[in-house]
């Protein structure tokens, strides 16, 4: 994850050179929707590590009202 992230800082820092250099502005927005993508990309893994390890946790500890509740959570950050 921390050299997904990096890259995805080196893409950050390479956008702000796009802007400041007056690139095209198609060649930013391109470049902007590879950052989301890659972002994207991290959250997903984030939350399939959260679902497959965190909570599997704690439904084996009795917790499954706090299981389900994040469940729930996830689902609504990710539909924003």
Same mark, same amino acid.
């Given at each position: 994850m921390v050299r997904r992230l990096k890259i995805i800082e080196g893409q950050v820092r390479g956008l +702000?050179?796009?802007?400041?250099?007056? !690139? $095209?502005?198609i060649d930013v927005i391109t470049q902007t929707s590879a950052v989301k993508s890659a972002l994207s990309g991290v959250e997903d893994a984030l939350m399939e590590n959260h679902l497959g390890s965190c909570l599997v946790? +704690?439904?084996?500890?009795?917790?499954?009202?706090?299981? !389900?509740?994040?469940i729930l959570k996830v $689902?609504?950050? @990710?539909? @924003?």
């Open positions: +702000q050179e796009m802007l400041e250099n007056d !690139t $095209y502005c946790h +704690q439904i084996k500890n009795g917790k499954e009202k706090e299981a !389900t509740g994040e $689902y609504r950050l @990710k539909r @924003k």
